[in-house]
DNA sequence: TTGTAGGCGTTATCAA
DNA sequence: TTGATAACGCCTACAA
């Protein structure tokens, strides 16, 4: 049906060993590489990756396996990891688990018979087995958004203390001492960094921290939504707050225009990674913002890196930085 | 280094070929099935699916191409279009092309270097020849939220025509008929369908259309946003509002609350898609849900129909309907 | 019911 | 530089 290199040799008068051999970037007579080429495009010649897959034991695709394909701020960083990859001829096969633990297992399974070449996952908490499974295939495998202790690993990460600490800082250093945290699910690795950057800073510049003003969300809008109105129905509310990701700074938004709090005559606000959202709310909303583009590029980079079994810097840790926006949304406090 | 089939076939004393009998579903001694059973667990023997794709020339391989993986309404149904592939045993490679014409074109070629068996699209206007290529090809075929005329082919739509309709008739019926829409880009299929709906419900009840109540927007957040406050900025401003998607809903929800509009008593609401933000909102939101897990799966059914040859009902046109949800946002207008 | 043998399209080894 | 040939792991007549 298709042609094949067997087709090519005919047109060509060359045996199929030569065009393999100039497919693959070896060396051929100027002529017969002008004949070939001649041939592939009259021809229409597409080499069949199956067969060659058959033959070399790879396939030129990469698993993607994520918590949720209904969740923005994975599907970005899917999106680009796909756009780095197909620049070097590696097809992406994307899974989402569900946020299940069995489905992780599944679908890892599903990527093993696909022999994929290699592997981005971001993993669930407390299913470390998986990533060793992996490991000991060795499938070239880099970790997102997670470390995993006592295994040897590429991963990208985002320093989310320091971004916790920095965005909390700004607030101190204008003048707030009550600051409320909206916090995430403690099981998970982001949501425990981004809370301990909260508590670090307070201890760095010496104050107390006070825990009714640590509210622990499960990262959904409704968490926002509600923490927020209970921090401000404490006895002393805060003076500012912070909201640790995406869909709690949608709820919290929500809670606050709802109740016609005054941003930041009546709070100050630092929410997560809603770029969108914050240009728009007024006054615009300052955001720390992860750099979702550099993530996928960097996971996508580092895999295509080890593909190539180049194994330089093994295992590498990339901490990438976020930016901190400041914008309308920040008051001065006279101390 | 894997198992294959060949051992298998030393474990169990069987031939090759009625191992592979075997697992493709045909008739073998009760005794030799439990042996050949027996084997594959111990051995932890999974079929070389290249090997077998290579002979069958099927890759048991789904390429989903859609516009944006950076789309909640996109990627919500490329995981629902993948948990029923998977259960069938396709694996689904995901490709978006950014809203890109060019890219459109390129991931497609790349499909079918991939060689998949079969093809969800969601596609962009005007290129009407990568649809007609795929059916030229043979590829089974699945278009999601886009007619194209003249061409036989199996599409999943939404009755995005009378999803307006619906809504908009709500809306007279209770007493309204200054009734602003925010609509979508014109060259969207989706998007002239649900102006359409607005336009004939008018003309349905005998009342005229006032143009000036008709807003086009971008389907991005910001349109929505400034489209309700230019609507509300109008002579004779709108008793009632229509937004037509999920983006530009969150965007005229923010410019409600920021401009202190009271829902439903300044203007009766009703917004597209966004369940979460409808739930939370205070007073609770009246939206059109589109049915994004029925999409998925009918999409998912349909091409695996078509995957086993089954061509009954070709082509199909399965018109999904929406759910009009009305909640506490629409207020009765006296005659 | 089981086994034998040929071939799917490619790469890789080795000789020429 | 080029070509003949043997795999890669599986499926599928066909024969037993």
New interface residues.
């Given amino acids: 049906?298709a042609t094949t290199i067997k087709d090519i040799a005919k047109y060509t008068g060359l045996s199929i060993s030569t065009i393999s051999k100039y497919l693959n970037g070896g060396n051929v007579l100027e002529r017969n590489k002008e004949l070939i080429e001649e041939a592939i495009q009259t021809l229409n010649f597409?080499v069949?990756?199956?067969?060659r897959?058959?033959r070399t034991?790879r396939?030129m695709t990469v698993g993607v396996l994520i918590p949720?394909?209904?969740?923005?701020f994975f599907?970005?960083i899917?999106?680009n990891i796909?756009s780095v990859l197909?620049k070097e001829g590696y097809?992406?096969?994307?899974?989402?688990y569900?946020e299940d633990h069995q489905l992780e297992e599944q679908?890892l399974q599903?990527l093993?018979?696909?022999?994929v070449d290699g592997i981005v996952l971001m993993p669930l908490p407390d299913n470390d087995n998986l990533v060793k499974e992996i490991i000991a295939r060795k499938i070239p495998l880099v970790l997102i958004d997670r470390m995993i202790s006592n295994v040897n690993c590429d991963v990208v990460l985002v320093d989310n203390l320091n971004a916790s600490y920095d965005a909390v800082e700004q607030l101190i250093i204008r003048g707030h001492r009550r600051i409320g945290i909206i916090a995430g699910p403690q099981n998970v690795y982001t949501a425990q960094e981004r809370l301990k950057g909260y508590i670090r800073v307070f201890e760095d510049y010496g104050l107390k921290v006070d825990s009714r003003l640590i509210k622990q969300g499960d990262y959904q809008?409704?968490s926002g939504?509600h923490l927020l109105q209970e921090l401000m129905k404490i006895e002393q509310p805060p003076t500012a707050v912070y909201v640790t990701n995406y869909e709690m700074t949608?709820?919290s938004i929500?809670a606050i225009?709802?109740n016609?709090i005054k941003i930041p005559d009546e709070i100050s606000f630092i929410g997560f990674d809603n770029q969108?959202?914050a240009?728009?709310?007024?006054p615009a909303l300052s955001i720390v913002v992860q750099p979702v583009q550099k993530i996928g590029e960097t996971a996508a980079q580092v895999l295509l890196k080890r593909l190539k079994k180049d194994l330089r810097g093994f295992p590498l840790v990339a901490r990438l930085k976020t930016q901190l926006l400041i914008r309308d949304s920040i008051k001065k406090v006279e101390g």
């Fill in positions: 049906m597409r069949n990756e199956m067969a897959g058959l034991s396939t949720s394909l209904e969740n923005i599907t970005s899917v999106s796909e197909l097809s992406t096969i994307v899974c989402d569900k679908k599903f093993f018979d696909k022999m809008i409704e939504y949608i709820g929500i225009n709802e016609n969108d959202l240009r728009i709310v007024k």
